[in-house]
C-alpha cells in the first residue's frame, strides 16, 4: 500500500501504467474518441524503462487486425510492419533430424499469411509517437511502485518515480519520494505477472471461480546473418527436442528486416523436473542441424527474457475493478497455439478506451467499468481465445505428440462449429509452481558447455540486454521469508531458481570446505522476466519494479 508521505500530484482523466502495445492503443483510442466529439480527456502514460519499447520483448509476428481498426493508414504514417510473412513452417525436431508438419492439416487462423515480422519494441516506439502527436503525455523512466487509494476502496492513482533509497534503506542526496498520478480510471497495461495487477488481483478477489493463470519463458536472440543465409518473410517453429514429450514449449525463428533473425524459445512453466534450465534448453537446441546453418557466419545482437501468459480463455480474470481496468497481458490474452497476443492485447485496450470515454462524458468517475467486461466477451479476442481454450490443458495432461494431435482435432471443431468442443472446457488445475516436482525424483540435467559461437552463458547474455541496476539500492527481488531457498527449496527442489533465472539472479555460494551453503541475489542481472515470482515452488520470491529506467534495453527487439 502507499506510504503515508507528503507527495505532489497530478491529476488526469485516465492514468496508463505500461507503454506495451495495450497501454498505447488505449491512450490512442481515448485521444480519437474525444477528438472526433470535440472535446477533451486527459492521458497519462507511465512507462519504467528508460524509453518506450526498452522493455518490450516478443518473437514477434504480429497479426495487424487490431491495428487496422486503430490507425488504418499506419502504412502510410510509417509503422514498422515492414516483412510481411511469406513462408511458414512447423517442424516436429528429433535429436539429429526434422518432420515437417503440413499447413493445410491445420486450421485456417494458424497461419501466418497476411502477419508482418518485426520488432514489437519497434513498433511501440512508433505507436508512441502517434499517442504523443495526439496529446498523450507520455512518462519513460517512471515505474508504478505503488497505488494510491480513494476514501471509499477504489484505486484513485499510482505512485511513480521513486528514487534515491540506498542498499541499507537511508534516503541517498538525490532521494526523491516520487509523486502521485491520479486519474477517474487508471488502466494497468503492466504485461505478464505485472506487480501492481498481482495486488488488484488478489485484493479484489478478480480470479475467483477463474482457472489459475499458466505462464511461459519465452527467451529470445537477435542475430544478423549473412546475406545469403537471409530468408526475408520466412516465419518456422519448432517443438520436441530438446524437451521431451512430458515438457510442453518450442521455438520460433522469424527472418525479417536488415538481415536479422530473431530466435526464441519458449518453455511452458509448468514443466516438473526441477533440474531443468529454460536458458541452457535453449542454447542447445541452436546446435540442432535444422537451426545451426541459419545461424552459421552471423553473429548475436542483442538477448532478453520475459514471461508469457498462456492461461488463454478459462484463466482470463474479471476486467474490472473500483477505479480501473486490466488490459492486454495484465489480464492474458495470448493465444497459445498461435504464439500471438499483442492483437488481442491492443485490442482489449481499445475497448477499454471506449468505455472509458462513455463513462466520462457521462460524469462518472473511480467506479467500476463493467462495461469493458461485456465489451470484451462480445469481442473477437473472446472468440479467438474460445476456440483455442483447451489446446493448453491437453498439452499439460496429455503430452507435447499426443496433446498436440487431440489440440489440434479439437481447435478444428472449434474453428468449425463457432466455439463448440466435445470436450467442454478443460481445467489447468495446478499453478506452475504447484507442478514443480521434488529433486530427488529427477535427475540431474548435465548442460553442454557454450562454444561461444552458437551458443552462450548467462552473464555474457546479460551484457548485450543492456541490462543496469543500481547496486546501491534495496534489491526489487524480495523473499518473503530469507530462510526458505536454503532450508527448504534447496533440499527439497535443488533451489531452481538458479536454474530457471535466465539472467544468473540466483546463486547457491559454499564456502571453501563446500558447506554453509548461502542464498545470493544479483539484481543486478535481472532482465523483469518474473519467471522468479511464478516459479518458484515455495512462492517466497516477489517481483516488485525496481527504480525507473532501470532493467534491460532491448533494440530492435
Not at 524459445?265 to 523436473?273: A, D, I, R, W
Request: glycine share 12%.
Amino acid at each position: 500500500m502507499s506510504e503515508d508521505l507528503e507527495r505532489e500530484s497530478m491529476e488526469y482523466d485516465v492514468v496508463i501504467v505500461g507503454g506495451g502495445p495495450a497501454g498505447l492503443a488505449a491512450a490512442i483510442r481515448l485521444k480519437q474518441l474525444a477528438a472526433e466529439a470535440g472535446s477533451e480527456v486527459s492521458v497519462a502514460l507511465v512507462e519504467k524503462g528508460s524509453e518506450i519499447g526498452a522493455h518490450i520483448l516478443s518473437g514477434a509476428v504480429i497479426d495487424p487486425k487490431a491495428l487496422n481498426e486503430l490507425i488504418p493508414d499506419w502504412k502510410a504514417k510509417g509503422a514498422p510492419l515492414e516483412t510481411p510473412v511469406t513462408k511458414d513452417r512447423f517442424l516436429v525436431l528429433g535429436p539429429q533430424g526434422e518432420l515437417s508438419l503440413p499447413m493445410f492439416a491445420m486450421p485456417g487462423f494458424m497461419h501466418n499469411h497476411g502477419c508482418y515480422i518485426a520488432s514489437l519494441g519497434n513498433v511501440t516506439r512508433w505507436m508512441a509517437t502517434q499517442a504523443e502527436e495526439l496529446g498523450v503525455e507520455i512518462y519513460p523512466g517512471f515505474a508504478a511502485s505503488d497505488l494510491v487509494w480513494r476514501e471509499d476502496g477504489s484505486v484513485k492513482g499510482v505512485v511513480v518515480g521513486v528514487v534515491g533509497i540506498a542498499k541499507d534503506g537511508h534516503k541517498k542526496p538525490d532521494y526523491n519520494p516520487g509523486m502521485e498520478l491520479h486519474g477517474k480510471y487508471v488502466f494497468v497495461a503492466e504485461g505478464a505477472r505485472g506487480s501492481l495487477a498481482k495486488q488488484l488481483i488478489a485484493k479484489f478477489d478478480l480470479d475467483a471461480g477463474k482457472e489459475p493463470q499458466k505462464y511461459g519463458i519465452g527467451l529470445k536472440e537477435l542475430w544478423q546473418v549473412p546475406p545469403e543465409k537471409h530468408q526475408p518473410g520466412l516465419a518456422q517453429h519448432t517443438t520436441g527436442w530438446p524437451l521431451d514429450d512430458k515438457t510442453g514449449g518450442g521455438s520460433f525463428m522469424y527472418h525479417f528486416g536488415d538481415n536479422y533473425v530473431a530466435l526464441g524459445y519458449v518453455v511452458h512453466l509448468s514443466y516438473k523436473n526441477p533440474w531443468l534450465s529454460p536458458f541452457d534448453e535453449f542454447q542447445r537446441f541452436k546446435h540442432h542441424p535444422s537451426i545451426k546453418p541459419h545461424l552459421e557466419g552471423g553473429r548475436r545482437i542483442s538477448y532478453g527474457a520475459r514471461a508469457i501468459t498462456e492461461g488463454g480463455y478459462q484463466s482470463v480474470p474479471k476486467l474490472s475493478f473500483p477505479g480501473g481496468v486490466l488490459i492486454g497481458c495484465s489480464a492474458g490474452f495470448v493465444n497459445v497455439p498461435r504464439i500471438k497476443g499483442s492483437h488481442n492485447a491492443m485490442k482489449t485496450g481499445m475497448l477499454a478506451a471506449e468505455q472509458a470515454f462513455k463513462a466520462l462524458a457521462a460524469g462518472r468517475s473511480g467506479d467500476q467499468l463493467v462495461e469493458y467486461q461485456t465489451a470484451y466477451e462480445a469481442s473477437w479476442v473472446a472468440k479467438e481465445l474460445k476456440v483455442v481454450r483447451n489446446a493448453k490443458p491437453l498439452l499439460s495432461k496429455m503430452g507435447t505428440m499426443l496433446g498436440g494431435a487431440l489440440g489440434m482435432f479439437d481447435m478444428w471443431v472449434n474453428s468449425l462449429t463457432g466455439g463448440f468442443s466435445f470436450l467442454g472446457t478443460l481445467k489447468h488445475g495446478k499453478t506452475d509452481a504447484e507442478c514443480t516436482g521434488l529433486a530427488q525424483d529427477f535427475k540431474p540435467i548435465v548442460y553442454p558447455k557454450p562454444d561461444g559461437v552458437i551458443s552462450f552463458d548467462k552473464l555474457s547474455s546479460v551484457f548485450i540486454s543492456g541490462t543496469n541496476h543500481d547496486e546501491d539500492e534495496p534489491t526489487h527481488l524480495k523473499l518473503k521469508d530469507p530462510t526458505i531457498p536454503i532450508a527448504v527449496n534447496l533440499p527439497k527442489y535443488g533451489e531452481p531458481a538458479r536454474l530457471y533465472c535466465p539472467a544468473g539472479v540466483y546463486e547457491v555460494l559454499y564456502d571453501a570446505e563446500g558447506a554453509n551453503p548461502r542464498f545470493q541475489i544479483n539484481h543486478q542481472n535481472c532482465v523483469h522476466c518474473k519467471t522468479c515470482d511464478i516459479k518458484d515452488p515455495s512462492q517466497n520470491i516477489v517481483w516488485t519494479t525496481p527504480q525507473g529506467g532501470e532493467g534491460p534495453t532491448y533494440p530492435n527487439m
